[in-house]
């Protein structure tokens, strides 16, 4: 508890902290719910509904290559996205070690010390989550080039239409990649926190016009993809 209110010194450090909330697990808790009850202002529900048309495309041409090769560039960008937040992961966990040396040099007093302990751990935990998102991504994606060239019927047989079911994996995919850069976006508010409140304020605040005002949704007369 102690470690808590040293890092809320002021009443900023609450506002960035709801802020970041609000921002980010709530926001993108929320989107899917509105993306299915407003389609055509979504960008995700768009992107979902030419995704299962270029997969229906595949399948009616036969042009599977076409398909393992896209997932394969998926698939490695993915891998530098997790070999990414593990050497950060490393990098930031380095620090937390360094902070008694700096209470030591009497350049940071113990609330403070604390404060950043907390934050620090607080990143490399934002940085796990953007991990596992990843490799959820890659898992889907590797799937969905393991099966591709099943025989149709048995596929229809057994998980239902093959467009819907090849079209579901990607949408998997494409849902963890997503949730893995909101996260690892969300990564560096906290890492300016560690130096400045109103950083971390601002940071956010900018990451959430971004989303709500220029990715996630299509505006009349200017459609665009997130």
């Known amino acids: 508890m102690e470690h808590w209110q040293s890092v809320f010194q002021s009443v900023w450090d609450y506002v960035g902290a709801i802020l970041f909330v609000l921002v980010f697990p709530v926001y993108h808790a929320i989107y899917p719910v509105v993306a299915r009850h407003l389609p055509s202002r979504a960008a995700q529900a768009r992107t979902q509904l030419y995704r299962h048309s270029w997969i229906r495309g595949l399948l009616e041409r036969g042009d599977l290559l076409m398909g393992v090769h896209q997932a394969r560039n998926l698939t490695m960008m993915n891998s530098l996205l997790v070999s990414s937040t593990v050497i950060l992961i490393g990098l930031t966990a380095a620090l937390v070690p360094q902070i008694q040396t700096l209470v030591d040099l009497e350049i940071l007093d113990q609330a403070g010390a604390r404060a950043a302990f907390v934050k620090l751990t607080l990143l490399i935990l934002i940085l796990a989550i953007a991990c596992s998102y990843f490799m959820g991504a890659m898992r889907h994606i590797g799937h969905f080039t393991l ?37 690892f976006y969300s990564a560096l508010p906290v890492l300016l926190w560690v130096f400045d409140t109103w950083l971390f304020v601002g940071i956010t605040a900018f990451w959430g016009a971004k989303f709500m005002g220029f990715q996630d949704f299509l505006r009349k007369g200017n459609d665009r993809h997130a």
Do not use: I, N
């Open 147 to 183: 099966v591709l060239g099943a025989d149709l019927k048995l596929v229809e047989e057994h998980d239902g239409d093959p467009v819907e079911y090849f079209s579901g994996l990607m949408d998997k995919a494409s849902s963890r990649h997503t949730l893995g850069m909101r996260t």
